[in-house]
């Protein structure tokens, strides 16, 4: 793992702001891992906030749903921050906001119950991955540790860090529900040391004893990059390694992100699907950053329209996502989705880099936290020699960029891992 700068300051002391009126709503039926939600209305349609809009195609697919009441405006392709562009339903919105209101008997509902629901919810991992979290919770082998991830180990973003103090209890409670189903042995909150103010509360919420948490702990971790990457927090939490080809499940191990967990809670106390989130619009070309709670759809040009954020200068870059694996956007006119954690808008990009010869020092083999060989990639893809290449496991590369972010020669090795990817037979 690699230490960068954290540029979190000043917005991880500033308290999230509102943003719930959109003019439009942009939602792609794809913004999950897995086959895209299939669509259920057409255009004219009046939709009630809360309706599914997509449904749920396959088992490892997502519900959609109307994150505010309106009319359906057109149903077409659209820029998509993840996948550049893909089928999205567009929506008007119209009325007032909806009121969720406690739902009753919560501790009757069953295992099986609670997963339908959190299913039912539209509820994808909120930390970048977006896989579909009822999937994770129906795992075919017993998970002894469940490990909270609090860690947000991105530059600049601070949204799980300020959900983390603002709405501990409600992920505890989600906690809880995760752990009602899957009944771990011990839970782990994993949290970045230079989160001080979310580890005293937690420390506080898992001594007080008022949620039923088995042997829970907090695990005050490093601020090293890519400590929130999922293999890599199984290993600093509990010295358990997952193998290349092998999910955490195999070792016992489940990993949920902490606005993963408000969202559970949210499904569970309120029958309120995940139609919003909290999201940092980060950056220097800004007049000030900010954590925002915005509706799912809602428009990077509708912010500014409104001036809800506000350029002190124009970008020259603007990033979905972090520094180290966010994707570059070519405008303003792409949506927020469930697992957008943030938007960055730079001065100045990453420096034009000169790429030169591979010097052979090993530095990008030292960074990897997943142990690969970065230089046998980059060699073999720039040749164009990509036969062997699964046999140095390339599919095990998780993107992080640790290697092209440690390389003296600048040599761009994550383009050229993404090129040997998908050029690479899949069978090793
Ligand atoms: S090879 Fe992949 S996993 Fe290793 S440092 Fe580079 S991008 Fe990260
Ligand atoms: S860090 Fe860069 S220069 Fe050094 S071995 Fe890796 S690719 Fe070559």
């Known amino acids: 793992m690699i230490t960068v700068a954290e540029c979190k300051k000043p917005q991880s002391k500033l308290r999230s702001e509102k943003f719930l009126t959109p003019k439009k709503l942009y939602l792609p039926l794809s913004q999950h891992t897995g086959k895209p939600s299939s669509c259920c209305v057409k255009v004219g349609d009046f939709i009630e906030e809360s309706q599914v809009i997509a449904n749920q195609d396959g088992y490892i697919s997502s519900y959609l749903h109307a994150p505010a009441s309106g009319k359906v405006i057109a149903i077409n392709a659209w820029n998509n921050p993840v996948l550049g562009r893909s089928e999205a339903i567009i929506l008007e919105p119209q009325g007032v906001s909806k009121k969720y209101l406690p739902r009753e008997g919560i501790e009757n509902l069953t295992k099986e119950k609670l997963i339908e629901i959190i299913a039912a919810s539209g509820i994808v991992g909120m930390g970048g991955a977006a896989f579909p979290t009822q999937v994770k919770l129906k795992s075919p082998k017993p998970i002894d540790t469940l490990i909270i991830n609090g860690c947000e180990c991105e530059p600049y973003l601070t949204t799980d860090h300020r959900l983390m103090v603002e709405n501990l209890k ?199 936290p997943m142990e690969l060989l970065p230089l046998e990639y980059y060699k073999r893809a720039k040749k164009g020699e990509y036969q062997d290449l699964s046999t140095f496991n390339i599919n095990d590369c998780i993107e992080c960029g640790c290697c092209a972010f440690s390389c003296p020669a600048k040599i761009p090795l994550v383009h050229y891992i993404k090129a040997g990817k998908r050029y690479a037979p899949k069978n090793k």
Not at 175 to 204: G, H, M, T, Y
Not at 219 to 248: F, N
Not at 315 to 327: H, V
């Open 170 to 368: 409600e992920i505890f409670l989600g906690i809880e529900i995760i752990c009602r189903i899957i009944k771990p042995k011990v839970v782990i909150f994993a949290v970045e040391e230079n989160k001080s103010d979310a580890i005293k509360q937690i420390n506080l919420l898992i001594h007080t004893k008022k949620f039923s948490l088995l042997a829970a702990r907090t695990a005050v971790l490093p601020s090293y990059y890519p400590q929130g990457g999922e293999k890599q927090l199984i290993y600093s939490t509990t010295r358990r390694k997952v193998p290349g080809g092998k999910l955490p499940l195999d070792l016992g191990c489940l990993v949920h992100n902490v606005a993963t967990c408000f969202a559970i809670y949210e499904a569970v106390y309120y029958s309120k699907p995940l139609i919003e989130r909290l999201v940092s619009f980060c950056g220097e070309a800004l007049t000030a950053p900010k954590n925002i709670w915005v509706k799912i759809g809602t428009s990077l040009k509708e912010l500014f329209d409104q001036k809800i954020i506000e350029f002190r200068t124009e970008p020259e870059k603007i990033i979905s996502g972090g520094p180290m694996m966010g994707t570059s956007l070519d405008s303003l006119d792409y949506p927020i989705l469930k697992s957008t954690g943030g938007f960055l808008f730079l001065t100045k990009g990453p420096k034009e880099l000169t790429e030169g010869s591979c010097l052979r020092c090993a530095r990008c083999v030292d960074a990897c």
